[in-house]
């Protein structure tokens, strides 16, 4: 015969704990809560009433409630801290981004020391000096190291000075299209030196690095340079 649940039964079951425990059924308890950080409040209220309950013969030091105090000031400190350079790593990373957007479709000069001469076009960079040469010379080689054009800029003074190949040959015929190794050469006081060169590129497109990363231009025909190697913007 089934069991039958009386009014007297149904009287003393209070709430659902009850009714659960009746039926032979358990149900765990949930328990909702918002976060299970200890903010700086929770934590002065803590040290309040523990400093309430103190045993009077044996007090809190001084110095302990002080290095309690710091050492959680230190740890929210870190959180704040955190936050922060989330925060400004961020801005950095949309300021990058306008800086991309800027950047295409301008010219650049980076030492880079290959030059890409385009179907019908030129290479264009400069040389710099730190101090007057003569038979300062531009060394024009292709990707086999074979000299292609020798470009003579004569004596110049300290400082940089533009120099521009048409992509004719020195045997008077014109290149073909591809990248060249560009170098210089200059004389001072009857020394050969090594002056540095600047390669005018134009910027394709432009990578945003990620976290702790550079952003790069994607320089026409040549490839990615990082943007921290840019000498100036066309």
Do not use: C
Not at 134 to 156: H, K
Not at 201 to 229: C, H, R, T, W, Y
Request: charged share 15%; net charge negative.
């Amino acid at each position: 015969m089934g069991r039958v649940i009386t009014e007297r039964t149904m009287s003393t079951i209070t709430n659902d704990s009850e009714l659960y425990s009746t039926l032979g059924l358990t149900r765990e308890i949930e328990q909702a809560t918002d976060n299970n950080t200890l903010a700086l409040e929770d934590f002065m209220e803590l040290m309040v009433t523990e400093l309430t309950h103190q045993d009077p013969f044996k007090p809190m030091e001084n110095s302990e409630l002080a290095t309690q105090i710091s050492q959680f000031a230190t740890v929210s400190g870190i959180d704040d801290l955190n936050s922060s350079f989330s925060d400004l790593s961020g801005s950095l990373l949309s300021d990058q981004a306008l800086q991309a957007a800027n950047l295409v479709g301008h010219e650049v000069l980076a030492p880079i020391g290959t030059g890409y001469l385009a179907s019908g076009g030129s290479v264009e960079g400069m040389v710099g000096l730190y101090s007057s040469a003569s038979n300062v010379t531009v060394r024009i080689t292709n990707s086999a190291g074979a000299l292609v054009r020798e470009l003579s800029l004569g004596t110049q003074a300290k400082g940089e000075t533009a120099f521009s190949w048409d992509g004719i040959a020195n045997d008077g015929s014109y290149a073909p299209p591809g990248q060249y190794q560009i170098s210089a050469e200059a004389t001072q006081d009857g020394e050969p030196i090594v002056p540095y060169t600047l390669i005018k590129a134009k910027v394709n497109s432009v990578s945003l690095g990620g976290a702790g990363q550079e952003m790069a231009l994607n320089l026409d025909g040549l490839g990615p340079i990082s943007f921290n190697d840019v000498a100036e913007i066309h």
